[in-house]
C-alpha cells in the first residue's frame, strides 16, 4: 500500500489546479513511511485524492505527480506513456524522418524526470529525479522493445540530479556505441557526441530557430555569440551568410565545430574567448555584424540567482546592441525557467534605451515542437526568445 501525503490547508495550491509539483512547504503530513522515489498517493486538505505521484524527502519538490488517477508507476504505465509520447512525434513530423528529436519530455509528457532523445538508431536517455532513477531499467526496456535502437546510452550527468540526492554517471545500457555520430544538420555535415557534448549531444530544442533564422541570413555578416559547435553559424552560411564569427569558451566544442565546417565547405572565423569579454573588446574595436544570434547558458538555476543573472543578461545585450548594424537583426534566447517571458521583454527594452538602438519585433522564438510545454506547466516552456530588427 502506497503512503499517503496531505496538503496543507488554507492555501491555494497549485497542484489542484494542475500542475504536477507539490513543496515540502505544502505538505501537511505523511501517512506512511516513504522511501526515495517510491510512488505515493496525494490528498487534499480534506482528504479528497488528487494523484499518484513520485516522493523524495532530499528534493524541495517533494512530490511529482504523474497521474491523477490511482496507478502505480509501472511497465504497464511507463509502457503506455513512452507509447503516447512517441506516437505525438510521429504525428508531428509525418513523413518526415528527422535525423535527431527528442521522444520524451519530462513533466510535458507526464513522465517527470524522463529525457529520451534520438539521434539516429541510437537512443540517449536520462532519469533526472529519484522516482524515474527507481524504474530507470524497466524503461530502458521497454525503450528497446518499442524502438529497437542500435544503442542506449545512459547520461545521467546533468548536474540537477545533485538536488534529487542522486550520483551523475554515465554509462552504455544496451546496445553499442560507436561515436561520434556523423549527420546532416539543415544540410550541414554535424559530428555528434553522445558522450560528450552538452545536453544528450545537441541543442535540439534550438532545431526550428537554426532554420528560422538560417533564412534571414544571406548576404550578412554573422555572429553566433555562446556558439557550442556554431551550429547557428554554419547553418547561416550554408544559406548565403557572407562571412560567419562563432565564439565559445569551449575548445571541445569548437574544434568539432571547425570538423563540421571543413567536411562541408564553409569557412567560420573560429573565437575560443569569454563572450563577456569578446563583446567588450570588440565593441572598442567599433565591430559591426547584420545577424548576431545571443544564445548564452542559463546564469540562474535558482529564484535568488535570478537579480543577478538579469544584470549579466543586461550587459550581454549592452553589448550586442553597440554592435549591431542599422538594419540588422537580432535573434535572442533564455534558456531558463526562471526568468519569464516579461522579464526577457523587459530587460531587451532597457538595453534598446541604454543604448539608443531602437528595436522592432519581427516574432518569437521558443523551443521546437517536440520539446512541447503545459500551459498549466510554466516550467515545461524554458526556452523563450526574440527575433528583433535594429529600426534605421
Known amino acids: ?13 497549485r497542484v489542484l489546479r494542475g500542475h504536477p509539483w507539490v513543496f515540502r512547504g505544502e505538505i501537511a503530513r505523511i501517512e506512511g513511511n516513504p522511501a526515495d522515489g517510491q510512488c505515493v498517493e496525494l490528498y487534499d486538505a480534506r482528504e479528497r485524492f488528487v494523484g499518484m505521484g513520485m516522493y523524495n524527502s532530499r528534493s524541495q519538490i517533494t512530490v511529482r505527480l504523474y497521474s491523477r488517477q490511482l496507478e502505480l508507476l509501472d511497465e504497464r504505465f511507463l509502457s503506455e506513456a513512452t507509447s503516447r509520447a512517441i506516437a505525438y512525434r510521429r504525428a508531428l513530423h509525418g513523413p518526415e524522418d528527422p535525423p535527431a528529436e527528442r521522444l520524451v519530455f519530462s513533466e510535458a509528457d507526464g513522465l517527470p524526470g524522463l529525457i529520451v532523445d534520438r539521434y539516429q538508431r541510437h537512443l540517449v536517455v536520462q532519469t533526472l529525479t529519484a522516482g524515474m532513477a527507481r524504474v530507470e531499467e524497466v524503461v530502458v526496456s521497454i525503450l528497446q522493445e518499442q524502438l529497437n535502437p542500435e544503442g542506449i546510452l545512459l547520461r545521467n550527468d546533468a548536474p540537477v540530479r ?6 551523475r554517471a554515465k554509462r552504455l545500457a544496451r546496445g553499442s556505441y560507436q561515436g561520434p555520430l556523423q549527420m ?16 544528450t549531444g545537441l541543442y535540439l530544442d534550438q532545431i526550428e530557430n537554426y532554420r528560422l533564422v538560417a533564412s534571414l541570413a544571406p548576404g550578412r555578416r554573422v555572429l553566433d555569440c555562446f556558439c557550442y559547435q556554431g551550429c547557428f553559424a554554419l547553418v547561416c552560411l550554408r544559406q548565403g551568410a557572407r562571412e ?3 565564439v565559445d569558451q569551449s575548445v571541445e566544442s569548437l574544434a568539432r565545430g571547425q570538423q563540421s565546417a571543413q567536411k562541408a565547405g564553409l569557412s567560420v572565423q573560429w573565437v575560443q574567448a569569454n563572450a563577456f569579454d569578446w563583446l567588450r573588446e570588440s565593441e572598442r574595436r567599433k565591430d559591426r555584424f547584420d545577424l548576431i544570434v545571443m544564445d548564452p547558458p542559463s546564469f540562474t538555476k535558482t529564484k535568488e540567482q535570478r537579480e543577478s543573472a538579469l544584470r549579466g543578461y543586461h550587459e550581454l545585450h549592452i553589448r550586442a546592441l553597440r554592435l549591431l548594424s542599422s538594419g540588422g537583426i537580432l ?7 526562471n526568468i519569464r517571458l516579461a522579464d526577457w521583454q523587459e530587460l531587451i527594452g532597457n538595453a534598446s534605451s541604454d543604448t539608443g538602438v531602437p528595436l522592432r519585433f519581427l516574432g518569437f522564438l521558443r523551443q521546437a515542437k517536440d520539446h512541447p510545454s503545459l500551459v498549466h506547466v510554466p516550467e515545461t516552456e524554458y526556452l523563450k526568445g526574440f527575433l528583433l530588427e535594429r529600426a534605421s
Open 184 to 199: 546532416s544538420l539543415l544540410g550541414v555535415p554535424t559530428a555528434v557526441d553522445l558522450w560528450e557534448g552538452q545536453k
Open 162 to 167: 545533485h538536488w534529487e540526492g542522486l550520483e
Open 331 to 337: 535573434a535572442t534566447f533564455c534558456c531558463s525557467h
Open 244 to 246: 560567419a564569427v562563432a
Open 1 to 13: 500500500m502506497a503512503a499517503r501525503i496531505y496538503l496543507t490547508p488554507g492555501r491555494s495550491h
